[in-house]
Structures are given as structure tokens and as C-alpha cells.
């Protein structure tokens, strides 16, 4: 394998769009269509017209991970095709939607710079764990898009940013995991955008349970699934840039925790399923408030991670009201009774 | 609508274990397995046996949460059902498993005697937020088990802990609901036990991203999804026996936000989608470092709502190493590059 990269276009058929995965063998190998191929591959072994269809849909769906959740029959099937790639399977110039869409995510937050400022931002000294635990928390799986998607702007805020991050996706199962070993259950690397609506989140923060209406309605995942056999250990260079204007030059540099241990830690205990998408935290420089910039609704948010392609979205209008809850008085445990309605 | 039920039993076919959805219109009645009915059905209309089973799992898979995701088809397949319910769809006596398998789930902390308890043990005062919003953390749908499966104790903890909750099972999709329609985009209620390991809670919270290792080795879901149309206003009864103890004894009361406030809240700019859970967070007293007892493994958590039944597991025993992450150096921004390994 070289530098293996995986992608999803858009076709349009009968029903509507439909995404179908690619993947190619390296950056400059042409794109094949993983589920034509197959269904080409299984023809040439005698099947019939109407079970190779089915065959190939069933081991490539439109899904990156579902297609992951069928384990090495998956990687056997992408591994076969690279191996021999039938013509007819070549696609040029594809519209490539999102390569993956999560079964479940989790972000770190590894960069120093980043952090070191967020704890400033919220008037808190940088706390021990940062140099003991790789900390995370959880997000919705069902708020992802992807490139050339419109962000949605959330009537509830008033300062909506971008995070540069880099994406780990898990491509095959595993727990209890050490770091010499996780890096086999890595399928490759993703540009990871965590769209932050900045005023919910500093508020709901000061309760200690992390960010949750400050992240929940969307994510944005890359064009780009690349495999990690060729990247370079020194790291890859990253990018933002706002309406074509650069606000964000960095690396992967300054992560405290590497991939291969945020990959262990997260795997301890748990079962990592393949479709996992671990994010890295946002990069050194990698949004907005850190540099004293501002969002605007209609603004072009660029970011590109060497590798890994180039992930492009405008941000939304706010639209619609918020209902906001009535506050309440603190009770001391005498609360009146709250169930239904 | 009597108070409609749904559950899932485990049946064996020559694969193994599979799950079915049962129904029933109340309590008292009878459970029917919706996939065997809605087959009988198709029959009954003229489809040949062969499509009739087709379109039967197609509107009623082993997942709930997808049979959710089929919108009105799966609704109206419920109503038909239990308008004319063909006797030879009956099951008596069902293992039942968890009733859903959420396709994401958030966690809000809404008992104030709990959350109140919550801050003093992490030396800090009840935060302005509690009594302003419903705040709350995302988990990992896909670490959900159900009745009567063994409880995982992951090896980094020695403080494994139960947290009785109530379960608001989201069944129309939804978003910018305000509070008076927010009921009906609720199927029903199940007993919720958010697993947590205390020790790493404690130590990981200090970074203020909230919950992610103490929480996402497990989660259990009730045996029972009960309707809202017969539940009283005034709340249901909830208890915690450990090894047949009673370890807690209270009610629904004392919710600072109604579930009605909790889903509204939840849809406010995003779109909370059918077979999404969210969590009251914990009962007054419903977990263990709250009352100052202590887990031990092998020990058997029964929690009970009024109307949900009960959900009762035994904890397993720590098995295998923790890799634990080496400490690091605070570096001041300089800090040695760590990438991949």
C-alpha cells in the first residue's frame, strides 16, 4: 500500500444523490468507484449482473462506516480492487462530498498553545491533567457534513467559529490498546472542522460537564481519508483561511499526546468500532478567538491540513427564534416539582 | 393510545440471537412481536409470504432506533397493529432486552439535591448555569447494553458507581420545538443507567471538557419504552436495591427542567432525530458516592421506575492492564513534537 486514500462522491441516479465511496492507491493514481469495481470484479468471476450489484453494494454502501463495520472482508475488498483496478471503475474529476461520516466521535484537545489560551479564556489556570490524560468529550455522530455544505448558523448565537483539527478514523476494531500497536487500527487521517458557537459554550462550560449546545449542531468532516504509511513523523503543515485572507499557519507540531497515544487512551476499557472519528483539538492558532478575529454570517472558511485535501464551507444565516428556558430560583432542595411539561 | 409499551425480545434463529420489537396497547395486554404481526398482516392483504417477510423487516428491524428512523411508516405499522392484533403474533413470557439502542444520546443534570451534591464533592459552588439552562454532555451510542448483561469494569478504576435516570426516548424527529410541542415528539420513557467510573470522572473533569473516560465504557437501557399519555403529572417513583438492598428510595420531583423544558432545550438549532436518548442525569441519591457506600464487583444494581419496570445487572470483575499515558512537562509552548507514535 502507498499512501492509500479514500473519498465520497456524489452520483445522481433515479432516487436522488447517492454517495458512493472511492479510493485510490495513491495522490496521483486515478479514483476508482469502490462498489463498480467491485461489482465489475465479481461479474469477471461468473457472478450474475443482479447479485454482483447487490454483492458489491452490500460490501460497499454509501456509508464509510458502515462499509468499515465489515471488518477485513472491507479491507480485503478495497485491497483486491487497488490490486487490480478495472478500467471501467475510473472516475475523473468526482464531486467528492465527505469521506466519512462518523458512528461516533470524540475530540481531544492535545495542542498546547490552544489549550494553554482556552484556560485563560475562561480566567482558569492550565489544570495538571493537561500533562497526565489525554481529555476528551463526546459529540452528536448525526450533526456531520461535509465539503461545500452550508454550516448552519444557530439562532441561540452570536459568535460562531471554525476549529482546525486533525481527524483520526478508526478503521478496525479494537480495545485496551498500547501505543506501539494503535496506530494498525488507525484507517488514515481526515481534516476535522468542530464549528463552535462560542458565547452558548462559555456559559454552559461554567457548569463542568463540557460543551454540548455550543458544538451539537454540526461538524464538518474533510474530502480525505489518507493513509498513514507515507506522512511524514515530523508532522504536517495546516492551514486557515477566511474569505481567501490567511488567519491560521501551524503544524502538527506541539501536540502533547501523539495519535498513537490518543489512540490507546481513547481504546482503554472500550471497544474503538471501526467509523470512530477521534479529533485532535484544535490546532495552535486554529480559530478564531485565539487570534481576535470574528465570523460573520456568508464568510468563506477555508482549512487544509498537508495530505489531506482542502475543506471548504460558507457559513449560514442565523434564522428562526430561540426559545430560551425561564430562569429558575435557586431552591435549596424545596424546588417545585418539574416532570412532564 | 392506552399507554402504549414497546420492548425488544431476544429469539434464537440459525444465526444466533436475534432482536424483535414488541408492542402492546397497555400493561395488561398481551406483548406482540410487530415484526410477526405486520408479516400476518401483509399476508392477510395479498402480499406472497416471501415479500411479506421482506416488508415486515424493513418497517421492523432488531433495531429500534432504526425502526424509529422509518418516520410515519413505522408509526402508522404500530397503530395498524394494535387496531387488529393477530393472535398469532402473541408472545408470553419474552426475554426482553434493552428496549432501545440509541443512535446518539446527551446526558442533562437537572435534580438539583444531586447536582448540588455533585459540585461539593468537586469542592466548588452549585454554578449560575445550573438554574438558567439545562446543561448537559454527549456519550457513546454505541457502548449501550441492556438487562441482565454483565456490567464491564474497565481495569483503570476502582470506584465503579450506578446512576439511576430517567430516559426520554426522542420518536419524531424534531428542531426549534418549543416546550408545549415538545411531548409529542416523545415515544416514551425507559430507565436510564449512566455508568460511571468515579476515580478518572473525577481526575478527568478537572480539564473542564466534562465526562469521557468515566463514562463511555457503558451505559444500560431498560427493559420497557412506556408511552406519556397515562404517566402522571406529578412524577413516578424511583429505586436503587443493590444485592436486593434498598440504597435509594424517591421520585421524579425535584427536576429543576421538565422533560418537555429538557427536550425543547435539546432541539434548539439542531435536529434531534427518532432513537435519540437523553438522560435526566441522576436522581436525588441515585448513586452510591452520594449516600457513601462503595460497588464491589459482582455486585447486582436493580433500578426500578414506576411504570418503566426494571433494569437489573451484575457488575463484572477489572480483567486485563491500563496503559496509562506517561506525564508530561509543561513545556511554556516549546514542547517536544509528538505526531503519529
Excluded at 441561540?156 to 480495545?175: A, K, M, N
Excluded at 502538527?252 to 489512540?263: C, H, L, N, P, Q
Excluded at 464568510?299 to 428556558?325: C, F, K, S, Y
Aim: charged share 25%.
Amino acid at each position: 500500500m502507498f499512501e492509500v486514500q479514500y473519498a465520497r462522491r456524489i452520483v445522481f441516479g433515479p432516487e436522488g444523490p447517492e454517495k458512493r465511496i472511492l479510493i485510490r492507491r495513491d495522490q496521483t493514481a486515478p479514483w476508482l468507484d469502490l462498489r463498480t469495481a467491485l461489482r465489475l470484479r465479481s461479474v469477471a468471476r461468473g457472478a450474475s449482473a443482479e447479485r454482483a450489484s447487490a454483492l458489491a453494494a452490500a460490501l460497499a454502501p454509501g456509508s464509510t462506516s458502515q462499509a468499515l463495520r465489515g471488518g477485513a472482508d472491507f479491507h480485503d475488498a478495497v485491497a483486491a480492487v487497488l490490486a487490480d483496478a478495472p478500467d471501467d471503475a475510473v472516475v475523473t474529476d468526482p464531486e467528492l462530498t465527505n469521506a466519512l461520516d462518523p458512528i461516533s466521535y470524540r475530540d481531544f484537545m492535545v495542542f498546547e498553545r490552544h489549550f494553554s489560551f482556552g484556560y485563560e479564556w475562561q480566567n482558569k489556570p492550565v489544570p495538571e491533567v493537561m500533562y497526565e490524560l489525554p481529555i476528551s468529550y463526546a459529540g452528536d455522530p448525526l450533526s456531520f457534513i461535509g465539503p461545500g455544505e452550508t454550516i448552519p448558523w444557530p439562532s441561540y448565537s452570536e459568535r460562531l467559529d471554525y476549529e482546525l483539527e486533525l481527524g483520526i478514523v478508526i478503521g478496525r476494531q479494537g480495545t485496551n490498546l498500547r501505543p506501539e500497536k494503535a496506530l494498525d487500527h488507525v484507517l488514515g487521517l481526515t481534516i476535522f472542522n468542530d464549528v463552535s458557537a462560542r458565547d452558548i459554550q462559555g456559559r454552559e462550560m461554567t457548569g463542568g460537564l463540557g460543551p454540548s449546545k455550543g458544538k451539537h449542531f454540526a461538524c464538518v468532516t474533510g474530502p480525505l481519508i489518507t493513509s498513514l504509511d507515507e506522512l511524514p513523523e515530523s508532522g504536517l503543515a495546516m492551514t486557515a483561511r477566511v474569505n481567501g485572507e490567511e488567519w491560521c499557519s501551524t503544524t502538527t507540531a506541539e501536540m502533547v499526546w501523539s495519535v498513537a497515544e490518543i489512540v490507546a487512551w481513547a481504546s482503554q476499557g472500550e471497544v474503538l468500532r471501526p467509523g470512530a472519528l477521534l479529533g485532535s483539538g484544535t490546532c495552535n492558532g486554529g480559530s478564531t478567538i485565539e487570534i481576535g478575529r470574528r465570523l460573520e454570517p456568508g464568510d468563506e472558511v477555508e482549512l487544509e491540513i498537508e495530505h489531506l485535501g482542502v475543506l471548504r464551507n460558507t457559513l449560514g444565516t442565523p434564522a428562526g427564534e430561540t426559545w430560551w428556558p425561564a430562569a429558575r430560583d435557586r431552591s435549596g432542595g424545596s424546588a417545585e416539582t418539574h416532570f412532564l411539561t
